[in-house]
């Protein structure tokens, strides 16, 4: 009877394993390059900020991993029931975050073997490589210096960020008087440091030249 228990929870084990195993699915850069150009893919880019400003595939979204606030905080974003493609820089990263992904409910992570290396290797584009110089301060001061200036200091991989684009507008719509002054998150990162930005997205309102309120995160209106 013991013997008959154990085999039956070995058993038990064994299938589950297999099944854990089944889940998990990472394909060659033709499969995934195919699959990402699908209306709407949701392409996740698990590497660091300044690994994805030396290229990244298109319309990727970024969270490092190895930061496990962001990575969690920005995850939210992302629709669960829709299928993830997730990379990073050689499939290390990518695979503990899709690991992740799927104990936490997201029904399809779909990993690129080999990374975003083997997409290069392969000869296939990359965007958005970093060769624009970043904002002085100097700079970012005379733009704040005279009338109302909103700074959204955020950037176009960033998962909220993208959620507070509608924001943004509504916010401005209402507001005419105000202008926007995009801070990249990913590029500006002295001007991130003189204004004390530690998150993404920071939003600061500037009235000639002092700060009068500041916001971060999601939120419904500005």
């Known amino acids: 009877m013991i013997y008959k228990c154990y085999t039956y929870v070995a058993l038990l084990g064994l299938l589950i394993s297999v099944v854990s195993g089944a889940s998990a699915q990472q394909v060659d850069v033709s499969v995934f390059q195919q699959s990402i150009q699908k209306k709407d893919a949701q392409v996740f880019d698990v590497r660091t900020a300044g690994e994805f400003n030396t290229g990244h595939l298109h319309n990727a979204l970024q969270a490092d991993y190895t930061k496990k606030g962001e990575f969690i ?5 992302l629709d669960k029931e829709q299928a993830i ?43 958005g490589v970093a060769d624009v110089q970043q904002m002085s301060v100097d700079t970012f001061h005379m733009a704040v210096a005279s009338g109302d200036v909103l700074v959204d200091v955020g950037a176009e991989w960033c998962p909220p960020c993208r959620k507070m684009e509608p924001v943004i507008q ?3 719509k209402e507001n005419k ?4 002054l995009k801070v990249d998150g990913g590029r500006d990162r ?11 997205p920071t939003f600061i309102l500037y009235r000639d030249g002092r700060e009068v309120w500041r916001k971060q995160g999601v939120s419904d209106k500005l």
């Open 85 to 127: 493609y997730i990379y990073c820089l050689s499939g290390g990263r990518s695979t503990a975050a899709a690991k992740w992904l799927r104990e936490n409910g997201f029904r399809e992570v779909i990993e690129l073997k080999g990374g975003i290396n083997a997409w290069k290797q392969a000869g296939l584009p990359v965007e």
């Open 190 to 200: 002295e001007v991130m440091q003189a204004v004390n930005a530690t998150s993404l």
């Open 170 to 172: 509504a916010y401005l």
């Open 177 to 180: 008087k105000v202008r926007l």
């Open 73 to 77: 905080e920005r995850v939210q974003y």
